[in-house]
């Protein structure tokens, strides 16, 4: 296995992956649009295809490796970047895969000089080894005025809030949905 970043030409798989955990709500839904525009975001993990085992075209996207896993890292500014849409194909999962994904995902915020990342999930046994501690969803004004105001789920959240990094002091969005004026966030 091996994570590398995301080119255009993976939009699709990704969008499938994505795709598997957003019926539960585990994800948000992405469409392929938005996965296009935020390309850059993305990091990919791609294993062996079985299909060939010629080893001089390793690496080439798509000939010789299968995308299993996805993940993104949204930036708001060096206080803070989100690490968002993160999927492992099910037979992948356990493999490290996930690990791989945070791993470079972190390499990329680190190469921004990203001061905090933040996460949002349900599973926080698996980022909690990892380095991220609970937070307050207060404490992370940017995420929640940028997605919380338009998710479904803005009264009924049961998504924890993690972080890793110094917590930032100010945000750089504003409130855009009156629900979040109403809560205080």
């Known amino acids: 296995m091996r994570a590398r970043r995301a ?6 798989a990704i969008r499938a992956l994505v795709a598997q955990f957003t019926a539960d709500g585990t994800l948000l839904p992405r469409s392929l649009a938005e996965i296009c525009e935020n390309i850059r ?15 001089h075209l390793a690496g080439t996207p798509g000939e010789t490796s299968k995308i299993i896993g996805c993940g993104a890292l949204h930036l ?8 968002r849409s993160i999927a492992v194909a099910p037979p992948a999962q356990g493999l490290g895969a996930g690990k791989l994904l945070v791993k470079a995902l972190m390499e990329e915020a680190d190469r ?3 001061a905090c990342v933040c996460l949002f999930t349900r599973i926080p046994k698996f980022f909690a ?9 207060e404490k992370l004004p940017d995420k929640i005025y940028k997605d919380c105001a338009t998710c479904p789920r803005l009264l009924d959240c049961d998504e924890i809030a993690m972080h890793r990094g110094e917590l930032p002091h100010f ?5 855009a949905h ?7 966030l």
């Open 7 to 12: 080119l255009l030409p993976d939009a699709e």
């Open 41 to 55: 975001d993305f990091v990919v993990v791609e294993a062996p295809s079985p299909k060939t085992q010629d080893r």
């Open 76 to 83: 708001y500014g060096t206080h803070l970047a989100e690490i």
């Open 112 to 114: 921004h000089h990203v």
């Open 129 to 137: 080894p990892l380095g991220f501690g609970v937070s307050q969803r």
């Open 171 to 175: 945000a750089i969005l504003e409130p």
């Open 178 to 184: 009156a629900e979040l004026i109403k809560l205080n």
